[in-house]
């Protein structure tokens, strides 16, 4: 494993921070200074940084039920609350995996499985995100070919995976994309605004009852159905 994956799952911070460590000349293996980025971690080492002996932490797994209004991030910007008001003080630790834009709502995987977290937003997997989506009008069956081909956006063509209108102004859209605010962005080339996105699933984990605000561990047959489908079966 490489070290500043290793570091960040002793949660030492996001792998850049702990880069950042490392060249600072804060680590040691088996009591020698490392300040090599590439450098890999063996089972049987003995890690030490900042004047302790580290170790990876038990893989843990939250799903939240983020509110609109809540940052995905550690700081605050403007007063705004983060998702990390939100979980148990001893899961402050835990990274986001993906993240979901101040004005969204809806499920927010953290965890510090790092293999597992890579493998989901890593957009060859094609892991599944489904949106509740709400338009600020009705919106016209006849562009939702236009949303399947694509839309061409400054990072490529944005494209969903699949559209079920529901109704008037209210949709449900899949992706296996992952560029910024693609929702959005989308349906604001089709000259429509969101009025409300709320993710209500990742791969085969849904969002269910869960309170908005709420959080809560996912249980073994959930985390190894996300497995098996950041593994493509």
């Known amino acids: ?8 799952l002793c949660g030492l911070g ?10 600072g000349g804060g680590v040691r293996i088996n009591g020698r200074p490392v300040r090599e980025l590439a450098t890999v971690v063996d089972p049987d080492d003995t890690v030490v940084a900042r004047g302790r002996v580290v170790r990876p932490a038990q893989s843990r797994y939250l799903v939240l039920h983020k509110p609109s209004g809540c940052l995905s991030s550690r700081q605050s910007q ?68 236009k949303l399947l081909k694509g839309i061409y956006l400054e990072e490529g063509r944005a494209k969903a995976a699949h559209v079920h209108i529901e109704g008037g102004n209210k949709l449900r859209v899949v992706l296996t994309q992952g560029i910024n605010r693609q929702i959005r962005r989308m349906f604001a080339a089709l000259g429509y605004k969101v009025k409300r996105l709320t993710r209500t699933r990742l791969g085969p984990l849904k969002l269910g009852r869960l309170p908005r605000g709420a959080w809560r561990e996912l249980t073994a047959r959930e985390i190894d159905s996300l497995r098996k489908a950041a593994a493509g079966r």
């Open 78 to 145: 403007g007063g705004k609350p983060t998702v990390y008001d939100l979980i148990p003080r001893d899961a402050g630790n835990l990274p986001h995996v993906g993240r979901l834009d101040a004005e969204s709502e809806g499920l927010l995987l953290l965890s510090n499985d790092g293999a597992l977290a890579q493998a989901i937003t890593h957009p060859s997997r094609h892991v599944e995100k489904e949106y509740e989506v709400i338009l600020d009008r009705s919106f016209d069956p006849a562009l939702t070919a």
């Open 1 to 8: 494993m490489r070290l500043n994956r290793y570091l960040a």
């Open 14 to 23: 996001s792998r850049r921070a702990c880069e950042e460590v490392i060249l």
